[in-house]
């Protein structure tokens, strides 16, 4: 499998890479040559920049754009807060969040056909905190309709990732549009507008708020050069602005708060733009899979797309994981996940088919599941059962099945809502208690 199969096709143009620079005027000069702020720019534009890392961050590390735009963005109001929003009305009393060493797996969420994706954007959970640029969130997400048009959104409390389940979303970001739909990844960096409609209609997903750093691609060691998500398959938009003249609503997600302000025309009016800052879309079919080709289970992260290092050199804050079309070839050895206690916690969620060889029913796809740090997890008694007394042939996992993993450094705390009001699957608790035990 080297590409996705869609239901919908994209009609948006794209640049190629990752992590570099890059740029794109959608009118002839609107880019300067060699100065980046021009006394007077072509076209009276407005040069501006945003800035995703400090100045002084090492030249590898560096995140900053140039934008050249009809107005700057500094015609807004004053900011207010959204008291009531769905959002920020769900993050009252049960704001607080709950740890637990159980195991949790939830049912996929019913979607809310009259929400929008704000709307529909519930966090589930996380750890740490946005106003020290430390930890992250995740989020679940459902929608039924569009974005107003004359409203975008950001955060200024870290990169958002976006994982759709079910349904498509495009996305009209500063940058340029990205067409985001089940199989693909987006990220839309920290204080980066955007709005979200529905092209195929309704929508369900999954997303992860990162509040410190930016993600990269893991480092590929012995593989070699090539391997896992390589440079040229991550999609970068071509600028694309609006000249009207009605004004933006624009919602700010702050300190873990909404607030809104009001901005004099179209904030989607960036004519050019030049730089390493920028929303960026990957589609998971392209993931080169390494794997054993002798024995053993290899470790998880050999499956990393992304990742997000921490001060502790491999442990990461985050790492991105797909599990999707392989061959299992792995001789005289047990090929599921093996049994385990991990110091890192795994927040899994099924896009399509299974995790493994075996799919799971249909209706059960978009199904989620938390094994938090050293939490004990592995295969059921039939599961195990099965898989150590086979015949090993070669497998191929085929290519209605994919899963994907955030797996963080992080204990993961779940606020009330998923806990009480999201449906959960029932445990394995009771199941383990089938296992025979060893004779010796």
């Not at 990732?161 to 693909?184: C, F, I, K, W």
């Not at 392989?326 to 088919?353: C, Q």
């Not at 606020?415 to 296992?435: I, M």
Request: aromatic share 12%; glycine share 10%.
């Amino acid at each position: 499998m080297t590409t996705s199969t869609f239901e919908i096709d994209d009609k948006f143009k794209y640049m190629n890479g990752f992590n570099g620079y890059h740029q794109s005027e959608a009118a002839e000069g609107a880019i300067p040559s060699v100065i980046n702020i021009p006394q007077r720019s072509k076209y009276g534009l407005y040069t501006e920049r945003i800035s995703g890392s400090s100045f002084t961050a090492p030249r590898k590390d560096s995140k900053q754009t140039w934008l050249y735009r009809l107005l700057p963005s500094t015609c807004h109001e004053e900011f207010t807060v959204l008291e009531n929003h769905p959002f920020n009305s769900s993050q009252g009393s049960d704001s607080k969040y709950q740890y637990s060493p159980s195991q949790s797996t939830w049912a996929p969420v019913r979607v809310a056909k009259e929400a929008d994706f704000l709307a529909g954007l519930q966090l589930i959970g996380g750890a740490g905190n946005p106003t020290l640029k430390e930890g992250l969130a995740y989020y679940i997400f459902t929608a039924g309709k569009s974005m107003p048009p004359n409203q975008a959104f950001y955060s200024a409390d870290g990169d958002f990732l976006l994982a759709p389940q079910t349904g498509s979303l495009d996305l009209r970001t500063e940058m340029g549009y990205l067409r985001v739909r089940p199989n693909e990844i987006c990220v839309v960096p920290r204080g980066i507008r955007f709005h979200v409609s529905l092209p195929g209609g309704p929508v369900r997903g999954f997303a992860l708020e990162l509040f410190e750093g930016h993600f990269e691609l893991p480092e590929l060691g012995p593989i070699g050069s090539t391997g896992l998500a390589n440079l040229r398959d991550f999609e970068i938009p071509t600028a694309s602005y609006d000249n009207s003249d009605g004004d933006t609503d624009i919602i700010a997600k702050f300190a873990g708060q909404l607030h809104r302000t009001s901005h004099r025309g179209s904030i989607f009016n960036v004519v050019g733009w030049q730089g390493t800052y920028y929303p960026y879309k990957y589609d998971l079919g392209k993931f080169n899979t390494i794997g054993s080709v002798s024995y053993d289970h290899p470790d998880p992260s050999i499956f990393t797309v992304l990742t997000c290092p921490s001060s502790i050199p491999g442990e990461a804050v985050v790492d991105v994981a797909v599990f999707g079309p392989r061959w299992l070839v792995m001789e005289k050895s047990y090929r599921p996940p093996y049994f385990h206690r991990n110091t890192m916690s795994e927040f899994a969620f099924l896009i399509k088919g299974g995790f493994d060889v075996t799919p799971l029913p249909p209706q059960l796809a978009g199904l989620f599941s938390l094994n938090n740090t050293m939490c004990a997890h592995g295969a059921d008694p039939e599961s195990w059962k099965q898989a150590t007394e086979k015949v090993l042939q070669p497998q191929k996992i085929p290519p209605g099945n994919l899963g994907v993993m955030f797996e963080s450094r992080y204990i993961i705390g779940l606020r009330e809502v998923a806990n009480k009001t999201l449906v959960k699957l029932p445990g394995k608790s009771t199941a383990f208690g089938e296992f025979e035990k060893a004779k010796i």
